[in-house]
């Protein structure tokens, strides 16, 4: 099979590039990416609804949407499920755990979404989507992804903490070292010429070496 189409079936999202356009029934009504113009989104999959895992992980989707919304930034849930399944479960969680779910959820039977995003891992299941993250930027960009096997719920703090980096990242120019919060030093850009190399020394950062300086936001 030639590899654009394989790509194009099977589903290869792609970092910095535009994340793929979709138009899908939700528990909110239908819903298009463009909707999200504008807003930053996270769209996250789940293996199926009234499973235990995927309950915590709504419940603490649910817990940080306030922190999220602060920060300009839209959640939406996706599965492999019906509406209706959605709306029942979505009651469910609301009735049993005393959680309201705010965001929209996708209703994916057809697997249309899950195939563009390439969700579904026949290695772990093929009738079931695995537990993926994907953060787009408000220009439609994807910016970020993270996979996660069905047996393993998700950080939902990390995810805020991602967040935060990919916007101190487009506002300041910097990067984030290793386990980065906010408030915490940023990473510099190494320069990349001699003579940047040179400067870099004398400018003033905390600065380990040329390649490695960190400054405070």
């Known amino acids: 099979m030639d590899t654009s189409v394989q790509e194009k079936s099977i589903g290869f999202p792609r970092l910095n590039q535009p994340a793929p356009v979709f138009e899908a029934e939700t528990t909110h009504g239908t819903l298009r990416l463009e909707d999200f113009q504008g807003s930053w989104v996270i769209l996250f999959s789940h293996p199926a609804d009234f499973t235990p895992v995927c309950t915590t992980e709504f419940v603490a989707f649910a817990e940080i949407a306030p922190e999220l919304k602060k920060r300009g930034v839209e959640l939406c849930g996706l599965s492999i499920d019906s509406t209706y399944s959605h709306i ?6 609301e ?20 195939t563009l995003y390439g969700m579904v891992m026949p290695g772990e299941s093929k009738t079931e989507t695995s537990r993926c993250v994907f953060i787009i930027d408000p220009k439609g960009i994807l910016r970020a992804m993270i996979y996660y096997p069905l047996t393993t719920g998700r950080n939902t703090q990390e995810i805020l903490r991602l967040i935060d980096a990919l916007q101190a990242t487009d506002k300041h120019g910097i990067a984030t070292p290793a386990n980065w919060k906010p408030g915490d030093k940023v990473i510099v850009p190494p320069p990349r010429t001699t003579d940047g ?5 004398k400018a003033g950062y905390e600065t380990t070496d040329w390649y490695f300086s960190k400054k405070s936001l």
């Open 88 to 93: 029942a479960w979505v009651r469910n969680i």
């Open 95 to 114: 009735r049993n755990f005393g959680v309201r779910i705010p965001f929209p959820i996708i209703a994916d039977l057809n697997k249309d979404v899950a």
């Open 197 to 201: 190399a040179e400067e870099r020394m």
